[in-house]
């Protein structure tokens, strides 16, 4: 695919901003050139704009060449730098399904570019001949979410594929919650659709929302517009350190995955039990979607409770939705004995 005539036309000439770390990489030397306070360290001098550390020690466990990899201040940075890069304002235009995460739509607006919306087959499948049916010349990339948030379902993989196969544009895979899986996800089709891009994020799995660090895997040429595009210093110091202790510690995160899933069916089975719920939609994250027969009325009790879950009633097929994130064992304990009393005091009045 020729990534170039993809670019938007200012981001093809742009020449980008090298900063003096950039410029000098070899290791100790007396720092004279980016006008930092000598004292005060190690939090006096500017983080290594390109991360390399990070992206060495995340390329190793993810079997991916650093040239592959980019780091953003969240995923929704990479989200942002895609609009920035590709789409050219007041002409282009992505696709992105309903129900989905809506941050897409939002980075569309904010950059004055139109978003075309498919919705998802029944069963919240993907819906591949509705998107390639949505697709023309102005259409610079297909944003999809698998497992999908707020559905909590993978897509399938043929599906997704045969539409990368066929678009000249970006096929963008957020893959926010793949760790709760489990499925392989799209990371070993990356070489053979030099389109794709697949987001991932330490805001879940990972545990580190609070620190801001998301993951775009593509191809390289996509990866260097992006990096040309970023703020230089777009992941702090501070950032850089938390995550490579975190990839350094992975066991704890594996031990907190499995301990999620675990969780995750014993709210389903226990969500199945009441009177007042409708349907529990099968969940490949660490949330779970629910149908109930009121659920401003559920969520309100709830929310009294001092327990807050995400009203999704109002979405196109979420009608009666509310998304229940997975907790820890006490928590959900908690959000079940409330349920439980909703139960006994609303079943009969229905
Ligand atoms: C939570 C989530 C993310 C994570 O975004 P960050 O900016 O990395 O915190 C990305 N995509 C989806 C669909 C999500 O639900």
Same mark, same amino acid.
């Given at each position: 695919?020729?990534?170039?005539?993809?670019?938007?036309?200012?981001?093809?000439?742009?020449?980008?901003?090298?900063?003096?770390?950039?410029?000098?990489?070899?290791?100790?030397?007396?720092?004279?050139?980016?006008?930092?306070?000598?004292?005060?360290?190690?939090?006096?001098?500017?983080?290594?704009?390109?991360?390399?550390?990070? @992206?060495?020690?995340?390329?190793?466990?993810? =079997?991916? #060449?650093?040239? $592959? +990899? &980019?780091?953003?201040?969240?995923?929704? !940075?990479?989200?942002?730098?895609?609009?920035?890069?590709?789409?050219?304002?007041?002409?282009?235009?992505?696709?992105?399904?309903?129900?989905?995460?809506?941050?897409?739509?939002?980075?569309?607006?904010?950059?004055?570019?139109?978003?075309?919306?498919?919705?998802?087959?029944?069963?919240?499948?993907?819906?591949?001949?509705?998107?390639?049916?949505?697709?023309?010349?102005?259409? @610079?990339?297909?944003?999809?979410?698998?497992? =999908?948030? #707020?559905?909590? $379902? +993978? &897509?399938?993989?043929?599906?997704?594929? !045969?539409?990368?196969?066929?678009?000249?544009?970006?096929?963008?895979?957020?893959?926010?919650?793949?760790?709760?899986?489990?499925?392989?996800?799209?990371?070993?089709?990356?070489?053979?659709?030099?389109?794709?891009?697949?987001?991932?994020?330490?805001?879940?799995?990972?545990?580190?929302?609070?620190?801001?660090?998301?993951?775009?895997?593509?191809?390289?040429?996509?990866?260097?517009?992006?990096?040309?595009?970023?703020?230089?210093?777009?992941?702090?110091?501070?950032?850089?350190?938390?995550?490579?202790?975190?990839?350094?510690?992975?066991?704890?995160?594996?031990?907190?995955?499995?301990?999620?899933?675990?969780?995750?069916?014993?709210?389903?089975?226990?969500?199945?039990?009441?009177?007042?719920?409708?349907?529990?939609?099968?969940?490949?994250?660490?949330?779970?979607?629910?149908?109930?027969?009121?659920?401003?009325?559920?969520?309100?009790?709830?929310?009294?409770?001092?327990?807050?879950?995400?009203?999704?009633?109002?979405?196109?097929?979420?009608?009666?939705?509310?998304?229940?994130?997975?907790?820890?064992?006490?928590?959900?304990?908690?959000?079940?004995?409330?349920?439980?009393?909703?139960?006994?005091?609303?079943?009969?009045?229905?």
């Amino acid at each position: 695919m020729k990534i170039d005539k993809l670019l938007r036309n200012n981001i093809r000439k742009l020449t980008p901003y090298s900063s003096a770390r950039t410029e000098y990489r070899g290791g100790d030397a007396v720092f004279l050139d980016a006008n930092e306070n000598p004292y005060n360290p190690p939090f006096n001098r500017y983080p290594d704009p390109l991360q390399n550390d990070l @992206k060495s020690k995340i390329s190793s466990l993810r =079997n991916i #060449p650093v040239e $592959n +990899l &980019f780091l953003g201040n969240g995923s929704d !940075e990479a989200i942002d730098l895609i609009f920035r890069s590709f789409c050219e304002p007041g002409r282009d235009n992505v696709i992105s399904l309903v129900p989905s995460y809506g941050m897409y739509t939002v980075c569309a607006d904010i950059n004055d570019v139109a978003v075309k919306t498919v919705s998802l087959a029944p069963k919240f499948r993907f819906d591949k001949q509705a998107v390639l049916n949505a697709i023309d010349r102005h259409t @610079k990339a297909v944003f999809i979410c698998s497992p =999908n948030n #707020p559905t909590g $379902n +993978l &897509f399938n993989e043929a599906d997704v594929l !045969e539409v990368a196969e066929s678009f000249d544009g970006l096929m963008v895979v957020d893959e926010a919650y793949i760790d709760f899986s489990g499925s392989r996800g799209f990371l070993p089709f990356l070489e053979r659709y030099s389109n794709m891009v697949v987001l991932q994020t330490f805001s879940k799995a990972w545990a580190l929302a609070g620190i801001r660090l998301g993951m775009a895997f593509a191809d390289p040429e996509i990866i260097r517009v992006m990096t040309k595009v970023k703020y230089p210093y777009n992941v702090s110091a501070l950032t850089q350190q938390m995550a490579m202790k975190a990839l350094n510690e992975s066991g704890e995160r594996n031990r907190w995955i499995e301990t999620i899933r675990e969780q995750r069916i014993r709210i389903e089975e226990a969500l199945k039990g009441f009177e007042f719920v409708e349907e529990v939609f099968p969940s490949d994250a660490n949330f779970i979607l629910v149908r109930v027969n009121d659920p401003d009325r559920v969520y309100q009790y709830l929310l009294n409770r001092k327990v807050v879950v995400r009203n999704r009633s109002k979405l196109p097929m979420c009608a009666g939705c509310l998304r229940i994130t997975v907790g820890n064992e006490n928590e959900n304990g908690l959000f079940l004995k409330h349920l439980e009393a909703y139960g006994r005091e609303f079943d009969k009045s229905n």
